[in-house]
């Protein structure tokens, strides 16, 4: 069982920086491709950014392209997110996780497993 542990969430202002990092359990998670979504209260799981087993692929959702980049190490079995000139609309739960068999996607349910999630809030 591979476990996701997010971390980095906060409050920041607008304008501001975060960089969330998600570590995985298990020697084999560096197979995996790895995905971020967002939650926002009263609204469904939002697709963020994927990047592939390599590295060398990544997407973005229009709404973060420029000031998102999701990168990763797999020494470390960790992907990290650096958000930069953060928005009050980018707040929400952000939420990492891993597909075994498919190289991203933003599908959710693509995914199969997922972090418990770690809050962002940008203030205005």
């Known amino acids: 069982q591979v476990q996701l542990v997010e971390s980095g969430g906060g409050l920041v202002q607008a304008g501001g920086s975060l960089r969330l990092s998600c570590a995985a359990s298990?020697?084999?998670?560096?197979?995996?491709?790895w995905g971020w979504f967002r939650q926002a209260p009263g609204k469904e799981r939002e697709f963020v950014t994927h990047?592939?087993?390599?590295?060398?692929?990544?997407y973005y959702a229009d709404s973060v392209k420029g000031r998102f980049t999701i990168s990763r190490d797999s020494a470390k079995n960790t992907v990290y997110l650096q958000m930069n000139s953060l928005k009050p609309e980018d707040t929400a739960v952000y939420y990492c996780?891993?597909?075994?068999?498919?190289?991203?996607?933003?599908?959710?349910?693509?995914?199969?497993?997922w972090g418990q999630g770690t809050q962002v809030t940008v203030s205005s």
């Open positions: 990047i592939s087993v390599s590295g060398h692929t990544t």
């Open positions: 996780a891993a597909s075994v068999v498919y190289p991203g996607s933003t599908i959710p349910k693509i995914y199969d497993y």
């Open positions: 298990g020697r084999t998670a560096s197979r995996y491709a």
